[in-house]
């Protein structure tokens, strides 16, 4: 019937303010101002209008400076799909003076608002060129851009006009979104170095974004040559002005020392610890990690639990360790088995090495075991090794080769080479998958990749063994190298010389039989995690 269903536009608002959109809150917040859709509720539209004020949506905040949110009426909004056209016979008539008034309106408040009548774009524009206001003529390319106004069809070239103009008389934004459109290619061909100039003239006028935006292009080079000085001013710019991706990025920057600056990490932590109070919860993280690294536990545990408490990943692991550190034992479980239960396999290994050393935590192999074999199975190399000794030994439980089979060829998969000797105890075990040829060639391999006591331990399994089971053994060598590396060499022909009369007549000599030798300890094993 071409009236404006408001009740349907306030359930759809409802929708996007619950996931904090700021335009949804906007829009909302007028309605329910004007009881259009809803009831009327002056300070819930002001709470509304705060709302998407605080998430940086500039209407809202020019809506709320005028002191006229409650007399401002919607009108005569027709709500169309995106993209759709509102044909004329949609729009309500008006009379020329409320026309007036709308155009009027938008020329003081400067702001994206629909007021008691639909907008004449042309007289509109025409009024806010007239006024030069940079901030009318902003919106009025937004209008135009989105086809958002009953009578404003989408016209990106005219969109981009009127951006451009804005941004001659002093919008930043305006630059802001000509950057935008140049670096997406929106309406036009993507054009970074275009996009650079803009962002230049958006930042120059004291936009934030475009001033971080614009030091990220100027350290990475993008649209012309890098200018590492540049961008660190421009990003240092944003992040005094407090604005929180520019912030976390100086962190960072501070924190690896990267792109010319000296790594310092009282400044990344000052950086990191602003972004934080403002209640990012990546930005405690990271200031966490700097407390960490610079030996502040204190400092580290309390920023870790902000980020933990907020369930930033590995944030629970590195908790715990700030606490092992401190020797809080019980806290450091807590946030161990925290994120264990979560499968955060450093964490599993974390805890398992606690219940196994007993440092911090009473010790209990059982734990331990349990936590490593959880650790191994979602292919954590350490703790594959560590499994298959314990599986291999019958340690914190039953003695499992099956077991100790799978997580040491796991970790060797994964260029795990101390699992190797593991490799070579399993196959000398006296059981149904003894295989002395490849017990050897695993010990082999192991002695090739210099593993401790490896070569000891394949000549004491060289003795015991046949000619057969060493000509076996030499196959299975080869085969493994040509797997794991390193490359067996190629060797020269010698030629065998020839045996005399005398030599063949000798009688064969017996060999004695060597008494069995004590295996090798095991590799030690990896140090806590991080």
Do not use: C
Request: proline share 5%; charged share 25%.
């Amino acid at each position: 019937n071409g009236e404006p269903d408001y009740k349907t536009a306030v359930s759809w608002y409802e929708k996007g303010a619950k996931q904090q959109d700021p335009e949804s809150l906007f829009w909302l917040g007028v309605l329910v101002g004007n009881g259009e859709g809803t009831l009327k509720s002056v300070k819930r539209s002001e709470q509304l209008l705060k709302q998407s004020a605080k998430l940086g949506y500039k209407p809202a905040e020019e809506l709320l400076k005028t002191g006229r949110v409650t007399v401002m009426g919607v009108g005569e909004v027709y709500q169309a799909l995106p993209d759709e056209e509102v044909p004329e016979t949609k729009i309500a008539k008006v009379d020329e003076k409320d026309v007036d008034k709308s155009a009027k309106e938008l020329t003081q408040i400067g702001k994206k608002s629909l007021t008691t009548a639909p907008i004449n774009p042309e007289r509109a524009v025409t009024e806010a060129q007239k006024e030069k206001d940079a901030n009318a003529v902003y919106i009025l390319a937004q209008l135009t851009q989105e086809g958002a106004a009953p009578t404003i069809r989408k016209n990106a070239a005219k969109a981009k006009a009127l951006y451009e103009e804005a941004g001659e008389l002093g919008s930043a934004d305006a630059y802001l979104e000509l950057a935008e459109m140049a670096y997406k290619g929106i309406g036009q061909k993507k054009d970074i170095a275009q996009a650079r100039e803009y962002y230049t003239s958006a930042a120059q006028l004291g936009n934030v974004k475009a001033q971080y935006t614009l030091g990220v292009l100027l350290l990475k080079g993008e649209g012309r040559d890098a200018d590492e000085k540049s961008g660190m001013n421009y990003l240092v710019k944003a992040a005094t002005a407090g604005y929180l991706p520019a912030q976390i990025a100086v962190g960072k920057i501070y924190h690896v020392g990267i792109l010319g600056v000296a790594k310092d990490l009282t400044k990344s932590a000052d950086w990191y610890e602003k972004a934080a109070l403002s209640g990012d919860s990546s930005a405690a993280f990271y200031a966490g990690l700097v407390y960490m690294e610079s030996g502040n536990m204190v400092k580290a545990s309390y920023f870790l639990e902000q980020a933990a408490k907020k369930n930033v990943p590995s944030a629970a692991n590195e908790l715990g360790r700030a606490y092992q550190a401190l020797g809080k034992g019980d806290q450091a479980i807590y946030w161990y088995e925290k994120a264990a239960w979560a499968e955060d396999v450093n964490a599993q290994f974390n805890l398992a090495q606690m219940y196994e050393t007993g440092v911090g935590a009473p010790q209990n192999p059982a734990k331990a075991r349990y936590w490593y074999e959880q650790a191994a199975f979602l292919g954590d190399r350490p703790a594959q090794v560590v499994a298959a000794q314990m599986a291999l030994k019958g340690i914190g439980g039953e003695k499992d080769l099956d077991k100790a089979l799978a997580f040491a060829k796991g970790a060797t998969k994964a260029k795990g080479k101390e699992a190797y000797l593991i490799l070579s105890d399993i196959y000398s075990e006296d059981s149904n998958i003894q295989n002395m040829p490849l017990a050897w060639a695993w010990a082999s391999l192991a002695a090739l990749n210099n593993v401790p006591k490896a070569k000891v331990w394949a000549e004491q399994l060289a003795e015991e063994m046949s000619a057969k089971e060493k000509a076996a053994g030499e196959k299975e060598l080869l085969a493994l190298q040509k797997q794991y590396g390193p490359k067996p060499a190629v060797k020269e022909k010698e030629e065998k010389p020839k045996e005399t009369s005398e030599e063949k007549a000798k009688p064969a000599t017996t060999k004695p039989t060597t008494p069995a030798k004590p295996k090798p300890t095991s590799p030690a094993k990896p140090a806590q995690k991080k």
